[in-house]
């Protein structure tokens, strides 16, 4: 006897389940994987991801076929490749930052970060935009200092002249650890008001803060709710953050913010 049996799909549970439908909403990185590893979790979640960093310099001193397929990897799976700011800010210190932006072109990477947090260059946000956009490349630009707590208020005009100047992201410090840097004070707590003032002044849907940590990582969703950006998301962290988004985690669900829609109607929210 033949049996028809209806095939069973996660993304009609979790509609059903009142789970919100959301865009990708975080920005993994790579600190120097080896291609295999990223473009499997390429393959498991690009959906979930609205860019991924090729992370440091580590690109640059890896085989660059390794780093070319990465890349090509990224832009197959349809989620925009895009540079460190260290490696900007290296170019520049050198005045090399020509050279750079034609050898990410060329590699293929939609977007560099750009930034002076530890070499405190004078930078022209327009001048720079604009010599990206001749090689095709967008610009994001990260505000904070690499070594020191940041001025929220200073960090929040810089944010605005850059995107004035049509950079199409600001990204907020946390480094490695998100102790003693950027939104972070020495003991790991956010600093929630400053975020607040970043979300108010530049809006949530253009500002990525990094969250390199559990905690940093839940602290923000937390706060902000599920349309939170987040960045500098290890990639075998990232299907954790985003059940924590969507409130299937043990410790996410009981939070009014997060906790799916108890009457099984699910609503983007």
């Excluded at 080896?34 to 310099?57: N, R, V």
């Excluded at 990224?74 to 050279?99: D, K, S, Y």
Aim: proline share 5%; with cysteine.
């Amino acid at each position: 006897m033949t049996t028809n049996r209806q095939h069973l799909h996660t993304h009609d549970y979790l509609r059903d389940l009142g789970v919100a439908e959301l865009p990708p909403l975080t920005s993994p990185f790579d600190p120097g994987y080896d291609p295999a590893t990223l473009q499997s979790h390429l393959g498991q979640s690009s959906h979930l991801m609205a860019s991924i960093k090729i992370s440091m310099a580590c690109w640059l001193v890896a085989d660059e076929g390794a780093t070319r397929g990465k890349v090509a990897a990224a832009n197959e799976a349809g989620v925009p490749a895009v540079t460190g700011g260290g490696p900007f800010e290296v170019a520049v210190a050198q005045n090399m930052l020509p050279r750079y932006l034609e050898l990410c072109a060329d590699i293929g990477f939609a977007r560099i970060e750009c930034g002076s947090g530890f070499t405190g260059a004078e930078l022209d946000p327009r001048q720079i935009v604009a010599l990206a956009a001749e090689h095709g490349l967008e610009v994001q630009y990260e505000v904070g200092d690499k070594h020191a707590a940041m001025s929220v208020t200073d960090a929040i005009e810089t944010g605005k002249a850059w995107l004035d100047a049509g950079a199409v992201a600001i990204v907020v410090e946390a480094r490695e650890d998100a102790e003693g840097v950027g939104l972070f004070d020495a003991g790991g707590s956010l600093d929630t008001a400053g975020g607040e003032q970043f979300a108010a002044a530049l809006g949530l849907e253009r500002v990525v803060f990094e969250a390199p940590t559990k905690a940093s990582q839940f602290a923000f969703l937390s706060h902000f709710g599920p349309r939170v950006q987040l960045g500098n998301v290890r990639l075998e962290e990232l299907l954790r953050v985003e059940i924590y988004r969507r409130g299937l985690h043990s410790d996410a669900f009981g939070q009014p913010l997060l906790r799916p829609r108890s009457d099984h109607t699910a609503e983007t929210r």
